[in-house]
Each structure stands twice: as C-alpha cells, then as structure tokens.
C-alpha cells in the first residue's frame, strides 16, 4: 500500500444541522469527514466487509465526557471490532494502541 502524504481525513469547518438529538443522526456527515475509513488506521470499509461493520465511536469516552456526548468533533469513525477495547483506553494513549490493533 502506498503511504498516504496527508491526513486520511479532514473534518468538515462547520458542524452540520442535524434534525433530532444524540450522535446517531450525525453518522453520515462523520462517514464522510473519515472518507469511510478507520479514523486510527487506514483500514477502508471494504476492506471491513462494508459500512455495517463501522461506527461512530466518541473519541473522548461518554462515561468520562458525558458534556461531549453529542459533540460533533469527539465523534469518529472506527470498526466495530474496536468498541470494547477503545472503551477502556483512555483517550491519551488510544490513538497509538487502536492503530496497532485494527492493522
Ligand atoms: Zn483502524
């Protein structure tokens, strides 16, 4: 594979307007921003067997950031085989761990 000479990705400057509540609705614009890729890895949708095995994961925890719960900038794009580790990984040393995990 080719190294990439820039980000994977690039957040969008405005939060989009969403109608309803919570992260779920915001799902489509954070597909778009990771360019249906892992936000820690270059790990592609298809290459996961598609977008049902993606999720927006909240890169500062819920349980220690419920304030950012709906927070557009904390939510990322990410496998779904991450959920249960990046749970427990706190965000200072995530990046470095998920990144080892999902190549
Ligand atoms: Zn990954």
């Given at each position: 594979m080719k190294p990439r000479s820039s980000p994977h990705f690039v957040r969008r400057r405005e939060v989009p307007k969403i109608a309803g509540?919570?992260?779920?609705?915001y799902r489509h614009f954070v597909r778009e921003d990771f360019r249906a890729t892992c936000a820690y890895c270059p790990l592609e949708e298809i290459w996961a067997a598609?977008?049902?095995n993606f999720e927006v994961d909240h890169f500062r925890p819920q349980a220690l950031f419920?304030?950012?719960?709906?927070s557009y900038y904390n939510l990322y794009l990410r496998p779904l085989e991450m959920r249960a580790m990046a749970n427990a990984?706190?965000?200072?040393?995530?990046i470095p761990l998920i990144a080892t995990l999902c190549c």
């Amino acid at each position: 594979m080719k190294p990439r000479s820039s980000p994977h990705f690039v957040r969008r400057r405005e939060v989009p307007k969403i109608a309803g509540r919570g992260h779920l609705p915001y799902r489509h614009f954070v597909r778009e921003d990771f360019r249906a890729t892992c936000a820690y890895c270059p790990l592609e949708e298809i290459w996961a067997a598609g977008v049902e095995n993606f999720e927006v994961d909240h890169f500062r925890p819920q349980a220690l950031f419920p304030e950012l719960r709906a927070s557009y900038y904390n939510l990322y794009l990410r496998p779904l085989e991450m959920r249960a580790m990046a749970n427990a990984i706190y965000a200072g040393w995530r990046i470095p761990l998920i990144a080892t995990l999902c190549c």
